[in-house]
């Protein structure tokens, strides 16, 4: 069993950044995949950027060169760093987490709204 939570959404003026943090507890060594997905009002859910085990790490074109995900296994911990944010990026993020025997684990979502 594996548990995700996010936190870090708020509301930040265009250009600006934010941080999103997924907190991951339990059989963290069955993870090979973890990821950020967003879902905006009416859209389908899909994927931002992922990283791997392996520390691969793969993005969307909306998004390179302007996200980072990156984590620190002291504090089993994954984040999103976003900068300068556009107001298609409003969503809400959710964190995943992908591994053996079927595990695909999933937070509750933290919303990022970008508005002036």
């Known amino acids: 069993q594996v548990q995700v939570v996010e936190s870090g959404g708020g509301l930040v003026q265009p250009g600006g950044s934010l941080r999103l943090s997924c907190a991951v507890s339990?059989?963290?060594?069955?993870?090979?995949?973890m990821g950020w997905y967003r879902q905006a009002p009416g859209k389908e859910r899909y994927l931002v950027a992922a990283l791997t085990s392996g520390s691969r790490t793969n993005y969307a074109d909306s998004v390179k060169g302007r996200f980072t995900i990156s984590r620190d296994n002291a504090k089993n911990t994954v984040y999103l760093q976003m900068n300068n944010l556009k107001p298609e990026d409003t969503a809400v993020y959710y964190c995943?987490?992908?591994?053996?025997?079927?595990?695909?684990?999933w937070g509750q979502g933290t919303l990022v709204t970008v508005s002036s």
């Open positions: 995943n987490a992908r591994g053996d025997l079927g595990l695909d684990a």
């Open positions: 339990g059989n963290v060594l069955s993870i090979y995949t």
